[in-house]
């Protein structure tokens, strides 16, 4: 197994210690699938059940938290049955915990002591954690408008936090070049590193076992730095490659109307793309690094770029929370996104959808209090 480069062609072993390749694109670890139903462990209520797909294995010396298979549950959203995957139940409170986890060990196996990571909030919350589980050093970048919640769980899992002034792609700017000055210190990012997708897309096996072995039509979830999109994508890839699937189901990516540049990327905007401030801070990403590969996977499987506008984002929010969903602002633009879809036609009621519940509501309730609030004339 190694690491490669799909614009020079570079390859690297994958014990070497590199997040990006020399040219400066990203790199890509390509596995082939072999996960069938019967190498699931099922003793096992984690994503370790499908160990025999992960490059890293469980062993006496792995951190774990037991994170992974959770919920799906069926919904009724607006009139219209649905499945909601409820990845906010995850050890720190997202999604990324299926990421960090197998970077985290990654590293750890390569003797790494200390990281750098720069995030909205959730991945700092999640690499943090894990850091702590792990004993591994480490400072996370983080805007300045990031939401209290996370910055108190960073804190409080010990690791060290740098506020940045200015846009998300400023604060990674400013993590990789304190990365540069220390020795020894590794920049672990979740948006570059090829071996975060390798945990996220233990989501597609999720959906695919607890939907009875069988694939759903669509899929919709929040897209910023596409860790969940690439993840999903992969997995459905890999189940498609061991013969256990027939086709991959569509992927719709949902982005606040404020800062869409996977939209304008998606439908060949010409115009320039200008971003302004959002809600959704989770995807609040001007440049993504994987947008080819992430415009590449929606297209591979005939699905779709949304974009939504910071109202109806909060009705979002506040209707999953009237049906007992406590959800922040960026999954509430997935939910958003699949009332659009639905109103635009572009999936139908008779097929079978599920959401990503991507982020838990309460690292974002100082947010959610004031921008409800000065929604509250519009929302009924
Ligand atoms: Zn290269």
Redesign the pocket.
């Known amino acids: 197994m190694h690491y490669y480069?799909n614009?020079?062609g570079?390859k690297y072993l994958i014990n070497e210690l590199v997040w990006r390749?020399?040219?400066s694109?990203f790199l890509i670890l390509k596995t082939k699938g072999v996960l069938k139903k019967d190498d699931i462990i099922n003793e096992r209520y984690s994503l370790w059940r499908y160990e025999k797909a992960l490059p890293v294995k469980l062993d006496d010396s792995t951190v774990t938290l037991q994170e992974g298979f959770t919920p799906l549950a069926k919904v009724n959203w607006k009139g219209i049955q649905n499945y909601f995957k409820v990845d906010y139940l995850m050890p720190s409170g997202s999604f990324k915990d299926r990421g960090t986890v197998l970077l985290i060990n990654y590293l750890k196996n390569l003797g790494v002591k200390k990281i750098v990571e720069d995030s909205s909030g959730n991945a700092g919350a999640s690499v943090a954690a894990y850091s702590a589980a792990s004993g591994i050093e480490c400072d996370i970048f983080v805007p300045e408008s990031t939401s209290r919640g996370k910055l108190v769980q960073i804190r409080l899992y010990g690791a060290k936090i740098n506020l940045v002034q200015g846009s998300r792609d400023q604060v990674a700017q400013t993590a990789i070049e304190k990365s540069k000055k220390e020795e020894d210190v590794f920049y672990a990012s979740h948006n570059w590193h090829p071996m975060f997708i390798e945990g996220t897309k233990t989501m597609a096996f999720e959906i695919w076992e607890q939907l009875g072995f069988d694939i759903p039509d669509n899929i919709v979830a929040p897209v910023g730095g596409g860790s969940s999109i690439l993840g999903l994508y992969r997995g459905f890839e890999e189940l498609l490659q061991a013969g256990e699937i027939s086709r991959i189901p569509k992927l719709f990516g949902i982005q606040a109307e404020n800062c869409s540049p996977l939209y304008s990327m998606f439908n060949k905007a010409n115009k320039e793309f200008i971003a302004s401030p959002t809600v959704a801070e989770g995807i609040a990403l001007q440049k993504p690094i994987k947008a080819s590969a992430i415009i590449e996977n929606i297209k591979a499987s005939q699905g779709d770029v949304e974009i939504v506008t910071e109202k109806e984002i909060v009705d979002a929010l506040t209707h999953a929370a009237s049906i007992g969903y406590y959800i922040e602002p960026t999954t509430a633009a997935a939910l958003a996104g699949l009332s659009r879809l639905y109103s635009f036609g572009k999936i139908s009621e008779k097929e079978t959808t599920v959401t990503i519940l991507t982020g838990n509501g309460l690292k974002a309730s100082d947010k959610i209090d004031g921008i409800v609030d000065s929604f509250k004339d519009s929302i009924h």
């Open positions: 480069c614009v020079c570079k390749c020399s040219c694109n």
